[in-house]
């Protein structure tokens, strides 16, 4: 399957991606770590099927350090032990925020008082717009077909400086 359409070619969607990336480097400069922002995009990349994404944030996380064991557990974070308690609500909240559909009351008071526990204000600020970010990002992506398997850490920062 190609690619429908080059979101990068288009004058109006080039616009637009420039902006995308401009929010991105909102919560990319932020407190969340950066660990935890690679893993919640990952984990709400696999959920939507966005072969783009997941093969941008699982090479970025690799190529700041994340180990391989940590990635190949996302998928499968409630069934294993090396993800701190942090992660493990952040990846709860990314995947309640992402399944919005699948789960009527939307991201549930437990997660969120363990969100709340976790990190602070600015922390879950930056959190709440990733999984906005990345699930808009995802859509983008799979709408138009756009799949992984070519993406080098780097590459999209590098697009928009």
């Not at 994404?53 to 996302?74: P, Q």
Request: hydrophobic share 45%; charged share 20%; with cysteine.
């Amino acid at each position: 399957m190609d690619a429908r359409f080059n979101m990068f070619d288009n004058e109006i969607s080039a616009k637009f991606a420039k902006r995308f990336a401009n929010a991105a480097l909102v919560i990319h400069q932020s407190p969340l770590p950066k660990s935890t922002q690679e893993l919640v995009s990952l984990r709400a990349s696999q959920i939507n099927g966005c072969g783009w994404c997941v093969d941008m944030h699982t090479k970025e996380a690799a190529a700041a350090g994340e180990s391989a064991v940590r990635l190949h557990l996302v998928a499968a974070w409630r069934e294993s032990t090396v993800f701190t308690e942090a992660e493990q609500a952040a990846l709860a909240l990314a995947e309640e925020g992402t399944r919005l559909g699948d789960a009527h009351h939307g991201v549930s008071d437990e997660t969120w008082a363990l969100v709340r526990e976790h990190y602070d204000d600015d922390q879950i600020a930056a959190l709440v717009s990733l999984v906005a970010l990345i699930n808009a990002a995802n859509r983008l992506a799979v709408i138009v077909h756009q799949r992984g398997g070519d993406y080098q850490p780097g590459m999209f920062a590098a697009a928009f400086n």
